[in-house]
């Protein structure tokens, strides 16, 4: 199902743009920063902890602008594309806590990915840039890996989260358009997940 729609909103995409001037889609990647703590992942055990907090992300969106400075947006996100396999939390327990034995333990936080729709509110400034925000929620999944004694265990979790953003528009040619944008994506497994993209959008020439 994950992959039709992604193959849905890639024809989306690629469509002529020109259909209707009021139609965008676009694509970004960037750095994400995980709001985690050693807090997150401690049983009552934990000795000693570090946390990763930065890995890539990137994304695909779509949407659609029905007043001038008012739309909705909807697009897929990979949140955490763990480019370096580092796990999110690394410590030792001292076993006296209800998760983990005496010894060194490992929490991964794999590949939250979902989909995400959002109104957005727009700024134009002059003819060529635009400032815009969005407010929406956010449907993951992800997978938690825990290795503890050697021993993995992988537990599947998931959630429907809000998510927020902001960011800046300017116009390259008549139809494309560089964009810049931070986002912030609540709770995603125990904490919130930043965004901050470089994108390209197809479509909408700003007013």
């Known amino acids: 199902?994950?992959?039709?729609?992604?193959?849905?909103?890639?024809?989306?995409?690629?469509?002529?743009?020109?259909?209707t001037a009021a139609w965008y889609g676009g694509a970004a990647a960037g750095l994400t920063s995980l709001g985690h703590t050693v807090r997150d992942f401690d049983d009552g055990s934990i000795l000693i902890g570090d946390v990763d907090d930065e890995d890539y992300g990137w994304k695909l969106f779509g949407g659609y602008r029905f007043l001038p400075f008012l739309g909705v947006e909807a697009g897929y996100v990979d949140l955490v594309n763990d480019s370096d396999s580092t796990p999110s939390f690394v410590g030792f327990?001292?076993?006296?806590?209800?998760?983990?034995?005496?010894?060194?333990?490992?929490?991964d936080i794999d590949d939250p990915t979902g989909f995400y729709g959002a109104a957005v509110g727009r700024l134009p400034i002059g003819s060529r840039?635009?400032?815009?925000?969005?407010?929406?929620?956010?449907?993951?999944?992800?997978?938690?890996?825990?290795?503890?004694?050697?021993?993995?265990?992988?537990?599947?979790?998931?959630?429907?989260?809000?998510?927020a953003g902001a960011g800046f528009e300017a116009k390259i040619l008549p139809l494309l358009r560089l964009r810049a944008e931070w986002e912030r994506y609540a709770e995603i497994v125990r904490g919130d997940?930043?965004?901050?993209?470089?994108?390209?959008?197809l479509g909408v020439p700003l007013p």
Do not use: E, H
Not at 1 to 11: K, S, T, Y
């Open 1 to 19: 199902m994950r992959r039709l729609a992604i193959a849905a909103l890639l024809a989306a995409l690629l469509a002529p743009p020109a259909l």
């Open 93 to 107: 327990s001292d076993g006296s806590g209800p998760l983990y034995r005496r010894g060194p333990v490992s929490v």
């Open 129 to 163: 840039f635009a400032l815009f925000a969005k407010l929406g929620l956010f449907n993951w999944s992800a997978d938690v890996t825990t290795i503890n004694l050697g021993v993995a265990q992988t537990i599947g979790d998931s959630g429907t989260s809000t998510m």
């Open 193 to 201: 997940v930043d965004l901050i993209s470089i994108g390209i959008v």
